[in-house]
């Protein structure tokens, strides 16, 4: 099992986001379009290292990009543990299937946005801007999409 990556930085105050990605190039690249977005991120290659993120920096997270496809706990696994635990957790699905292919194989999976790879930088920007910006009051207050 690989340990968490730690928290890259960002100059500016957006709040951070956690990528749940195996394939460290891919995670790699996506913090990096995500720090020229002003989010710092945190790096989870598997759902068990995200889990444990989760714990320390759930409160505080704008959201979670998961990819579908990892190893040890599977995305739809993590998911239902994550969701769960922390019912106003919001997530980005990230994967190479088309949204209408993991709505029918994962009917109980519900997500705020859908990012097919490759997208674009255009692409995870719409994605992010979507999301409603949690109140601080309440951890349940964001807009469900789907």
Not at 57 to 65: G, Q, R
Not at 88 to 99: Q, V, Y
Not at 110 to 120: D, I, M, N, T, V
């Amino acid at each position: 099992m690989q340990t968490p990556l730690p928290p890259t930085s960002s100059p500016t105050s957006n709040p951070p986001v956690l990528i749940v990605e195996d394939n460290e190039g891919c995670a790699q690249t996506l913090a990096d379009t995500l720090e020229s977005l002003g989010h710092p991120c945190h790096l989870a290659p598997s759902g068990e290292a995200a889990l444990a993120i989760l714990e320390q920096h759930h409160a505080s997270l704008h959201c979670v990009i998961l990819d579908l496809g990892l190893p040890g706990m599977q995305g739809d696994a993590f998911h239902a543990v994550a969701t769960r635990r922390w019912p106003g957790l919001r997530i980005i699905l990230c994967t190479g299937e088309h949204e209408a292919n993991v709505r029918a194989r994962h009917p109980r999976l519900h997500w705020l946005g859908f990012l097919r790879k490759p997208y674009a930088m255009d692409e995870l920007r719409a994605t992010l801007t979507t999301l409603v910006p949690r109140s601080p009051r309440s951890p349940r207050s964001w807009r469900q999409t789907n």
